[in-house]
């Protein structure tokens, strides 16, 4: 492949102002034709307003931007994509009742204004995809496929209109290992045929393992850029946060005691319809961390709310003990604690101050709740104060909204929160999703802080790394069901990544419906 200059992306002294925070201060970073560059940074570093830049979803106040030796000016994607430019985002933009062809080609139909010539489409979809090797028919429908095969649509839609360029943002969040492993061979096999990747992500292991080079960037500021080999993840890390980092997470064995959590023949489904929970039943114990593995979609976020009190279910649920049915209010006075997987969603109050936000879910109790009803407003102050000079949220106000903290800071109320009002179960869901690498480690302490102390910890996350480094015993969902379990000790990613893709004692799934679709 013929380029006019060594570099595919040449983005010089970028600068971009918000009301309240400069987001890239005089920034520049350059990708080659040919490799895989990394860009990583905590949240808040300045990464995704750099690649929305570069992508036309915004403009810059000052800087130049250089596609291939010649000086562009991005209004809008429509630019980027015509300049050669492809992003594929952390959430796929697909339409899930039409079907691959309709989803790559839309916006871009061959035909004329009255009607679309599907038959050359197709044609030119089945050629891509035979093109690049990737196990999907053009006429498959979106929301039957698994998730890493929609992935891949996505990389067919920028393939389609023929970009050179593809920038990727935390492309590895909801794929098994195997999935990942395919992603990487494909994106090394593009950029050797003269093609350029930009790689954003959270998972320093893999950063290492696909790139070429990484650029880091902290506080809006591009800090450096390394070659990729020799390079360790604590000394990127150390690059990222400004200080040594501890990765590995640090217990010692767990010494579990009585049952803290006992669920019987959970079923989670409407009449009809295959259920999302099919039939499950485990233990976690006081005093071990139980660690539920798999691709998100499998019936794992179902599981957590029929725990948690938010979703009906049939089966039994034992708490400590105690048997609730399906009242979040008396789950949570059964001393279960939940860090839910979407904070805005379930966990905060966005509108509401920090100080509201430290009491949610016990602001009816004695502490902070007087006669009449009334709030005591001292108490609740007071609670604040302590909270977030412990859990070291900053900035240190309790009067500010939860919707002006970072993703760390946000996630650090919550775990404030749930931590503290002596809980004797503790559900985490995606603890550390969307979280920078200084309060992923702070996050991780906690977790198994509150093991040590005693509480039952049933952990579920889509990183299969956390899995394996916090957990004490762990279960794999697939399709709603308890596929496999293991110790730790015994645990490896080869292992697990087969579990989670469906690949069992009883179960071989076939190629093209080897895990559920991304909205089950």
Known sequence: MKHNAELAVDMRSIRKQFPLV???????????WGEVKALVG?????????????????????????????????????????AGIGMVHQH???????SVTENIILGLEPGSKFSVDYTTARAKVAKLIKQFNFELSPDDII?????????????????????????????????????????????????????AVIFISHKLREVIEVSDRISVMRNGKMIGTVPTPGITPPQIANMMVGREVVLQVKKTEAKPAGAALELKAVTVGH???????NNVTFTVHAGEIVGIAGVEGNGQSQLVEAITGLEQYTGEIVYSGQKVHADARAVRLAGVSHIPEDRNERGLVV??????????????????????????????????????????????????????YSGGNAQKIIVAREMTRDPKILVASQPTRGVDIGAIEFIHESIVEARDKGL??????????????????????????????MLQKDATEEKLGLLMAGVHDNHVPSTTSHQPAAHD
Not at 22 to 32: G, I, K, Q, T
């Open 92 to 98: 796929f933009m697909l339409l899930e009742p039409l």
């Open 271 to 277: 009449k009809g319809e295959r259920p999302k929970v």
């Open 22 to 32: 400069l987001a890239n201060d005089d920034v520049s970073f350059d990708v080659r």
């Open 42 to 82: 905590e949240n808040g570093a300045g990464k995704s307003t750099l690649m929305k830049i570069l992508y036309g979803m915004q403009s810059p106040d000052t800087g130049e931007i250089i596609i291939d030796g010649k000086k562009t000016v991005l209004h809008n994607p429509n630019d980027a994509i015509n």
């Open 143 to 195: 929301e039957e496929l698994p998730v890493g095969l929609q992935q891949k649509v996505e990389i067919l839609k920028m393939l389609y209109r023929e970009s050179n360029i593809l920038v990727l943002d935390e492309p590895t969040a909801v794929l098994t290992p195997l999935e990942t492993e395919e992603l990487f061979k494909f994106l090394q096999e593009y950029a050797a045929a003269g093609n």
């Open 351 to 404: 509108e509401y101050s920090t100080q509201e936000n430290l009491i949610l879910g016990d602001h009816f109790t004695d502490e902070f709740c007087g006669a009449l009803g009334l709030l005591k407003f001292d108490a609740i102050e007071k609670n604040a104060r302590a909270l977030i000079e412990e859990f070291d949220v900053r900035p240190r106000s309790i009067e500010n909204p939860a919707k002006s």
């Open 456 to 485: 039952g910890v049933l952990l579920v996350s889509a990183d299969l790394g956390e899995v394996m480094s916090l957990s004490d015993r762990i279960l794999v969902m697939y399709e709603g069901e308890i596929v496999g379990e």
